[in-house]
C-alpha cells in the first residue's frame, strides 16, 4: 500500500474511474448484444431502435476514452450492415 499522501489519492481515483469505465464499457456491451438478439429473432422494428442505442452507446464510448475511434466506428459500420440485410 502506498505512503505517500499522492499515491494514497492516486489509488482511490483510479479505482473509482476503474469502477466506472467497467459500468459504461458492459452497458455499451449490453446494447450491442441487444442489437444481436433482436436481428436473429428478424424484428426490424426493435432492431432499428437498439441500432440507435448501440451506435449512441458506442460513441459515448469514444467520448470517454474506453475505446478507440476507429474501433467504434468499425463496430457500428458492422451493425448497420447487419441490420440492412435484415431490411433485405
Same mark, same amino acid.
Given at each position: 500500500m502506498a505512503n505517500i499522501k499522492s499515491a494514497i #489519492?492516486? &489509488?482511490?481515483?483510479?479505482?473509482?474511474?476503474?469502477?466506472?469505465?467497467?459500468?459504461? #464499457?458492459? &452497458?455499451?456491451?449490453t446494447a450491442v448484444k441487444k442489437f444481436l438478439a433482436a436481428v436473429d429473432q428478424q424484428d426490424k422494428e426493435q432492431a432499428a431502435?437498439?441500432?440507435k442505442a448501440a451506435t449512441r452507446s458506442l460513441d459515448k464510448a469514444v467520448t470517454?476514452?474506453?475505446i478507440h475511434k476507429n474501433a467504434a466506428a468499425r463496430k457500428?459500420?458492422?451493425?448497420?450492415?447487419k441490420y440492412q440485410a435484415l431490411e433485405a
Amino acid at each position: 500500500m502506498a505512503n505517500i499522501k499522492s499515491a494514497i #489519492k492516486r &489509488a482511490k481515483t483510479n479505482e473509482v474511474r476503474r469502477a466506472r469505465n467497467a459500468s459504461q #464499457k458492459s &452497458a455499451m456491451r449490453t446494447a450491442v448484444k441487444k442489437f444481436l438478439a433482436a436481428v436473429d429473432q428478424q424484428d426490424k422494428e426493435q432492431a432499428a431502435v437498439l441500432l440507435k442505442a448501440a451506435t449512441r452507446s458506442l460513441d459515448k464510448a469514444v467520448t470517454k476514452g474506453l475505446i478507440h475511434k476507429n474501433a467504434a466506428a468499425r463496430k457500428k459500420s458492422r451493425l448497420t450492415k447487419k441490420y440492412q440485410a435484415l431490411e433485405a
